[in-house]
T-cell receptor, first 117, second 113 residues
Framework: DAGVIQSPRHEVTEMGQEVTLRCKPI?????LFWYRQTMMRGLELLIY????????DSGMPEDRFSAKMPNASFSTLKIQPSEPRDSAVYFC???????????????FGSGTQLSVL | KNQVEQSPQSLIILEGKNCTLQ??????????LRWYKQDTGRGPVSLTI?????NTKSNGRYTATLDADTKQSSLHITASQLSDSASYIC????????????FGTGTRLQVFP
């Protein structure tokens, strides 16, 4: 398996533009998580899905952020309009059966480095 | 407030030396604690997972310890190698009815020849 695949690896855009980040989870994994990583705050959970259904989006910072999972093999995180403070690395992760149990392991993608000028 | 704090923020050591990274948490209830390794430009990769009943867990040259009473954990790296240069992130699971993990901000380790 190729692991969790994210695209693009790097995204540079101007303030006000729409940004779409993409993720393909590991086949067979029922859970998909979107995280944001900054130097100051570390990794923060934005939203996660179970069987394509959003379970908890309380970490989504504002209405400018939205996420979808139309099928088991694809998810998007969209920011519209983007702002400079959205600059961060965005990670997608997937797991077989959750994230927090002792037998549950998260598998992360390589992330998308977003820079909003 | 559930928090995970790590120290030091950064560390420089010479190849072949040992080092210990610290993690203190105030997460309650507590389910398990993980250490992740994150190479530059990559996503985190799990090193160890420990429940409250486990005091020590090893993964090759990495040994994690847990003291659930004092809510402290450490990650000891033996005979460091250049490939150990990475960020090490302590992560705590906040209970049994959640899929949320509490992440520390990491310790940046640099190993020089």
């Amino acid at each position: 398996d190729a692991g969790v695949i994210q695209s693009p690896r790097h995204e540079v855009t101007e303030m006000g533009q729409e940004v779409t980040l993409r993720c393909k989870p590991i086949s067979g994994h029922d859970y998909l998580f979107w995280y944001r990583q900054t130097m100051m705050r570390g990794l923060e959970l934005l939203i996660y899905f179970n069987n394509n259904v959003p379970i908890d989006d309380s970490g989504m910072p504002e209405d400018r952020f939205s996420a979808k999972m139309p099928n088991a093999s694809f998810s998007t995180l969209k920011i519209q309009p983007s702002e400079p403070r959205d600059s961060a690395v965005y990670f997608c992760a997937s797991s077989l059966s959750g994230a927090a149990g002792v037998n549950e392991k998260l598998f992360f993608g390589s992330g998308t480095q977003l820079s909003v000028l | 407030k559930n928090q995970v704090e790590q120290s030091p923020q950064s560390l420089i050591i010479l190849e072949g030396k040992n080092c210990t990274l610290q993690c203190n948490y105030t997460v309650s209830p507590f389910s398990n604690l993980r250490w992740y390794k994150q190479d530059t430009g990559r996503g985190p990769v799990s090193l160890t997972i420990m429940t409250f009943s486990e005091n020590t867990k090893s993964n090759g040259r990495y040994t994690a310890t847990l003291d659930a009473d004092t809510k402290q954990s450490s990650l000891h790296i033996t005979a460091s190698q250049l490939s150990d240069s990475a960020s090490y992130i302590c992560v705590v699971s906040a209970g049994y009815n959640t899929d949320k993990l509490i992440f520390g901000t990491g310790t940046r380790l640099q190993v020089f020849p």
